[in-house]
């Protein structure tokens, strides 16, 4: 007899989710985390993808089998963030345990353990040449860690709250951040100088991401809204506006024509950046979603969502 059972006198019912019709363009589940899926990357060339979560692995999938290949252990509590480098040889992972973890992404041997910030890890992402990984924390600083060593080789400092997340422009030259400032912070990458600051009219940004060329910067957060800005100047160009709830994960189509997001109303959705139409809204997940990729020809859609499921979507 359960406690309700005992407390009340009645027979307790079972809680029941209710059931979500799947999109048509829904190409496959995958299944292996424990718990919360909390980050998905793509590899550049769109055969694997990593993913983090909740339950402390770090685990690599073959995308057409949909089957794991590896599954990474030795995070001492949730992994927040994943990301895979451009030449395919290396995995990054950041936790809330404040380490940033380097793996080899053909063994998953965890190949460094870089320690040195003070609290959760809530980003990670590697330069473009594959050399360095940024990493930012709770404890307002952005780390550059040397991807052979593991050395931290600088340290970022002038956020004054918490940084949620950070982007690398595709040219390698400048690294964009925010999160419980109404600011993105935009950085010299190879000085540290912060070199302008743009307002986000929000009070917690999730995510953000420059355009494939760079002119662009996409950003989401508390509001529900995706915001793009002028990567130059920080003129507010356009609002996308449809999710119900915060807007935890953002990313361009390799061409930079669309935007995919994901956000805690268990939907992803597919949006024009011209217009800032929305063209598609893809329902399946059961949870938030919290992280979303696309696929490096463009075609294909990844999400990981607190329901402990990773979805493929066709676009198109």
Known sequence: MGFLTKLFGKKEEELKRPKVQEDANLLKTMEAHLDRVLGVKFSTDGKKLVSGGFDEQVILWDIESGKPLHTMK????????????????????????????????????????????????????????????????????????????????????????????????????????????????????????????????????????????????????????????????????????????????????????????AANDESVRLWDVKSGKLLHTYRGHTLEVQSVDISPDGRVIASGSDDRKIKLWGIR
């Open 74 to 261: 030795g995070h001492e509590t949730w992994v927040e963030c994943v990301d895979y480098s451009r030449d395919q040889r290396r995995l990054a992972s950041g936790s809330t345990d404040s380490t940033v973890r380097i793996w080899d992404a053909a063994t998953g041997q965890c190949l460094h353990v870089c320690k040195g910030h003070d609290t959760a890890v809530r980003m990670v992402a590697f330069s473009p040449d594959s050399t360095v990984v940024a990493s930012c924390s709770r404890d307002t600083t952005i780390r550059i860690w040397d991807v052979e060593t593991g050395r931290e080789l600088k340290r970022f400092t002038g956020h004054i709250s918490y940084i949620e997340c950070l982007a690398w422009s595709h040219d390698g030259k400048k690294i964009a951040s925010c999160g419980e400032e109404t600011v993105i912070r935009i950085w010299d990458a190879q000085t540290g100088k912060n070199t302008a600051n743009y307002n986000t009219g929000d009070t917690l940004s999730h995510a953000v991401v420059f355009s494939p060329d760079d002119s662009l910067i996409a950003f989401c957060g508390r509001d529900s809204k995706i915001k793009i800005l002028d990567a130059r100047s920080g003129e507010l160009l356009c609002t996308l506006e449809g999710h119900h709830d915060a807007v935890r994960s953002v990313c361009f189509t390799p061409d930079g024509t669309e935007i995919a997001s």
